[in-house]
C-alpha cells in the first residue's frame, strides 16, 4: 500500500528484452533486483455473497423472474469490488436498467425477425402450406438457424459490455474489434474444425483468444496476445489420441461391468431391472443413484483427467502469451487444481440443484486469486484514459439463450 | 486501507491522501502537503453501492474522471453525517447469520408455495382460461395429427359418432358443444414393410372440445358398448379439461424450476425436468382415474350399458398377450394399471344400447 506512482516513472524496469539507455561516460548501473511478482487479492466472503445472492433469488421468484437483471448486478458489483491489485480495488458499474433494456431490445429484435419469418412463408406459399408443416416448426428452426451462430456474436457483446462496465483506479477497461467479426471467425472455426475431426482446436482457440486478447483495452492501450498454434500442436494431438485411447478404455470397462452383472446366477436382465425401476422402493431408488453415481465417477476418473491435462495446459499457455504495457501473467494452474475445481463445482450445483452457485463463484474467484501472477509494473504515465467507448445496453441476447449466469 | 485513496481519472495512479472534511468541502491532501481535491460537500456524489462494496466511491462535477475511495469504516462514519448526498458513503452490511437464515427462510416459504400453487391452481384456474384460446390450440393439435394421415368423413357415419358424445355431453352438463373428428391413422411400420401395416387404436380428448376417434378403436371395438365406453371416458377428461390442466402444469413448472435452476449447468436442469417429468406422469395417472369415474357416471345417466369400458381394458390387456403394460411401466406409464382399471369400471350387462345396430353398420364403414 505505498504511493508507487511517482518513483516508479523515472526507474527503468526490470524487464526482459527492453533495453535501458545508458549514457556511454557514466559507470554502468547495476540493475535494480527484480521486484517478486504480485497476485489479485480476493477478500469476498462466501456468506456475505450468498445474502445478496439468496436476496435476489427471492425477489426474482416474487417477480416473476423480472428483478433478475437488477440481481445480477448487485452480485457483480460484489465480486468484482472484492477483487483488488496493487492494493486498489476493482469497480463494475453496470446497472441493472441496462440489462433489462437490453433484454427487451433482445426480444424485441427476435419477435421482428419472426414475423419477418411469417410474412415471406405467407408470400410464398400464402394458404396454401402443406397442412404437415407446422408454421411453429418454420419459426423455431428459422430461430435456430439464425441463433446459433449469433451466440458467438452475442457473448462477444456482453464481455464488451462488461468490461466497459469495469474499472481500476479510476481507469475504464474496454473491448475493442467487432462482435460481428469474432462470431464470423468462431462460426467459420467451429465448422473447419467440425470438418477435420476437431484437429484444428489450437488454431482456432489461439485464433479467438488472440483476437480477445488484442482487442481488450485498459485505458487507451491495448492488451497483447503473441500465441502461435505450432508451439501446442504437440501436447493437443497427446492429448487427441489420449482422449480416445480413454473412450475406448472406459466403454471397455463398462461393457466388462454390465456383462458381468448380466451373466451372474444372481443377476437380472435389462428387463427386470426396468421393471424394479418402474416400482421403486427406497432400496432401489438408493441402487439407481448409485449406480448413475459409479457411472459419471467413472467418466471422471478417465476422460475428465485426460481433458484438463489439455485444459490447464492451454490456460498455462495463453495466460503466458499475454502482455499489457509492461505487465506480464502468469498461471501456475496445475490439471490436479483444474481437476479438482471442476468436479467439485459439479458436485456443489448438482446436489445443491443450483443453489450453490454463489459457493462455486466464490471458489472461482479464489482459484484466480491464487493461481494468476502479475510481472513488472505498471507505468501510470503511458496508460490514460479512453474517451467515450462505452455501449449503451448489454447482453440481451446472452440472456434471451439463458447463458451465463454471474 | 488506512486513509483515502484519490484517482485522478486521466492515469492509472493512486495517489495515497488524508482527508479534512468539514460541513463545506472535502479536502485531500497528499503526505507533502500538496491539494490534489477540494470538493464541495454539496457538489459530491457516492457513486458505489454501500451494501455490495467494502469501500465508498465519491465523484464530483468538478474534476470529472476523478474518484476519492474510502475504506476506513472511521471515515467513512465519519462523512456520512455531513450532508444527505454523503449518506451512503457510511456501509449499510448486515449481520450475514441473521439475515442469511431469514432469506433462507422466506425463499423456502416461497418456493413451497409455489409448489402447492402448481399443484393445486390449474385445477382452479383451468376454467378461466378463454374458450376461444383452447379452441385454436386444440384446431392446432387435431390439425397435426391429421397430417398425412385420412380424416374419414362418410356422413352417415360421423353423425352417428356425433349423436353419441352429444348425449354425453348433454347428461355431463358440460356447456360446449364437442367436435368429433375421425382419423385412419397407421403405425409406424418397421422393417420391410410386407407385414400389413397395423392401425392405430386410441382416442384423444384435444383442448377446446375435440374429440379425436382412431379408426382402428372403432375397427377393433365388439359392439357399439365398447366404443360408448370410451367415448365416455374421452367426454371425462373434456369435462374436467384435464388437457388445458396439464399444460398450465408443465408451464407453472418450467417456469419455478427455470428461476430456481438459472442458468448454472444443463445437468441441473436435467434433473429438475426428469423430475417434473415423473410428477407430471403422476397426474396424468390420477387423471385417467377421474375419467374412467365420470365415464360410469356418464354412461349411468344416459341409462346405457355400461360394461363395455372394462370389456374393452381387457381385450387389449389379452392382445398383449396378457401383460399389463401399464402396470410394468409403473411410475413411467401414463395410464394407471390396465387390472386396476378393469375392476374398478366392471358393470353388468344391462342397459340400453349405445346406438342402433343401422347407426353401428354406418359407423364401421365410416372410412370406406
New interface residues.
Partial sequence: MTDQSLASATLPPAWPGASAPVAPTAPPQPLPPPKPPVQLVYDGKLGELYVIYLRSMLLTLLTFGWYRFWGRTSVRRYLWSHFSAFGDRFEYRGLGIELFLGFLIAVGSILVFEGAVLGLVWLAWGDELPAEIGMTDIMTWALIIVGLPLLPVAQYAGWRYRLTRTAWRGIRTGLKGSSWSYGFMAMGWGMVNAMCMNLVTPVRDVSLNGYRTRHMTFGNLNFGFAGRAADIYGRFIGFYFLNILAWVVLVFVVSIIIGGVSSTPGGMSFEQMMEKLAHPTPIVLLIFFAVILAFYTLVGVMILPVRCWWMAYSIRYMVSRAWFDRLQFVTGVTTRQIWGFLVLNYLILLFTLGLGGPWVMHRTARLIAQQLWIYGEIDPQAVAQAMGGATGVGEGLLDVFDVGSV | ?AGA?F??????????VVLRASTAEVVATL?DGRILARWPVSEIEV???P?????A?MVCPRQP???L?VEDLGYREALAVLAPNMARVAPR??R??P??GA??A??AL??GT?AVLIERAPDAVAPYVPYSMERRMGA?VV??M???SQTCEKAEGVAALQRLVDRFQVASGHPQKVTVRIIDMYEPSIGNGRERKRRVVNAFAAPGGYMVVMAGLIERADGPEELAGVMAHEMGHIVHRHSVKALLRAYGFG??T????????S??GT??DAGGLLLALRHSREAEREADRTALQLLDATGMRADGLARFFGKIMDEQGGKDGAQ??????THPPTTERIEATKRPPTGAPAMTAREWQALRAVCD
Fill in positions: 486501507m485513496r484517482y485522478d481519472g486521466l492515469h492509472p495512479t493512486a495517489y495515497d503526505a457513486v458505489s453501492d451494501w455490495q462494496e467494502p469501500h466511491l474522471g476523478a474518484r475511495a452490511r448486515s450475514v447469520t439475515v442469511l432469506l433462507v422466506a425463499l416461497t418456493i409455489m392446432a390439425a397435426a391429421q397430417g398425412d417456469l419455478v427455470k428461476l430456481v435452476v438459472g442458468g448454472f449447468s445437468d441441473v434433473v429438475a410394468q411401466m409403473g411410475v413411467f406409464s
